[in-house]
């Protein structure tokens, strides 16, 4: 019986480049699957996620966000639409909550929702024709990632002339869990190589890049899960707000890591500046090509020039700043500050 979710079965270096040649496929055992049927189910998740999903044709792709009613981030989902049913695709953790809330939101909507964790695994890949996608309602079951471009009605606040989610061709793919042990050994790769091209690709997780206090644009996430023109959903003024008149207190940064110490940074690690405190690691990989690297978040106000350190297993490890999200981030509608009460306006 196949052992999925392994950390590698060889080399993390040579798994990162099987997936990237679509020689290799990531069987993942930290992911459940939740189907939402019925008439309703579209509307309905549209009108309390940050995604556009309305209009979503059998084999379509999304990705949505569930936030609080201050603009945090509850609950991620890749949505896929078969014409019959919506299907959510979760971290494992999320699953139950997530279950629950929307059974709690349902009201007189005519969805039905359940979990098909038991019937269907998750399995990544980065091209088609590896393994056969299950298709309980004769469509096939992908799920592919929309991060390579700015969708409709998102936005991007990196600047990098080339950003590297050009190159993530990931997917993934629903199967029925008896196939998994049919899957050849020679196409199996772990969850470092593909932690590896996750991080390189400046692509938030927000089992590892979430908190309690993640907002979207700290994370560039308006990119591919918010639709900034769409309906009234909980949490919007905040996204609004902050997009528009605001700057989000954190930012996501690519860490390039000093190797010479062999010291890879894990998750909660933290990112100092002169010795203080001013942000923490959120995933780190041995990458195959760019060496040691880390996704962080750091304060806002962190100059973009200025030499990090990460504080791991006692040492500190010294970090290059690569800029996802700048300070600059927000406040696109350009309005001019009013000057406080009894102020001076210079």
Not at 64 to 78: C, K, Q, S, V, Y
Not at 274 to 303: Q, Y
């Amino acid at each position: 019986m196949l052992e999925i979710g392994r950390d590698h079965f060889g080399s993390p270096t040579i798994e990162q480049r099987e997936l990237l040649a679509g020689r290799a496929i990531v069987p993942l055992n930290d992911r459940a699957v939740i189907s939402l049927t019925g008439p309703d189910r579209l509307t309905w998740l549209d009108s309390v996620t940050s995604q556009q999903l309305i209009g979503l044709r059998p084999g379509d792709s999304a990705e949505t966000l569930l936030l609080d009613p201050n603009g945090r981030i509850e609950h991620a989902m890749r949505v896929v639409e078969d014409g019959v049913s919506l299907w959510l695709l979760v971290d494992s953790e999320q699953a139950a909550p997530l279950e629950q809330w929307l059974g709690r939101m349902k009201f007189m909507a005519q969805v039905e929702i359940a979990d098909r964790t038991a019937e269907f695994a998750t399995v990544a890949a980065f091209a088609d024709g590896l393994i056969e996608p299950a298709a309980p309602n004769d469509v096939p079951l992908v799920w592919n990632d929309p991060w390579r471009e700015i969708v409709s009605g998102g936005w991007q606040y990196a600047s990098a002339q080339e950003h590297p989610g050009l190159h993530w061709t990931y997917r993934e793919v629903l199967v029925e869990r008896d196939a998994l042990s049919s899957i050849p050994a020679e196409r199996l790769a772990g969850t470092l190589a593909l932690e590896a091209l996750r991080i390189a690709a400046w692509r938030p997780r927000l089992a590892t890049e979430g908190d309690e206090r993640s907002i979207p644009h700290e994370l560039d996430w308006l990119r591919s899960a918010v639709h900034l023109a769409k309906g009234c959903y909980r949490g919007q003024e905040t996204v609004a707000k902050v997009h528009n008149l605001g700057r989000p207190p954190r930012r996501l940064v690519l860490l390039h890591l000093d190797g010479s110490d062999s010291v890879l940074p894990v998750h909660g690690d933290e990112v100092e500046l002169d010795d203080k405190v001013v942000g923490a690691v959120t995933s780190a990989a041995m990458h195959h090509e760019l060496g040691p690297i880390a996704l962080a978040l750091v304060r806002r106000n962190v100059p973009t020039d200025a030499a990090l350190a990460v504080r791991s297993e006692g040492i500190a490890v010294a970090a290059a700043q690569g800029v996802i999200v700048p300070p600059t981030a927000g406040a696109t509608a350009g309005v001019p500050r009013l000057p406080r009460l009894g102020g001076v306006q210079r």
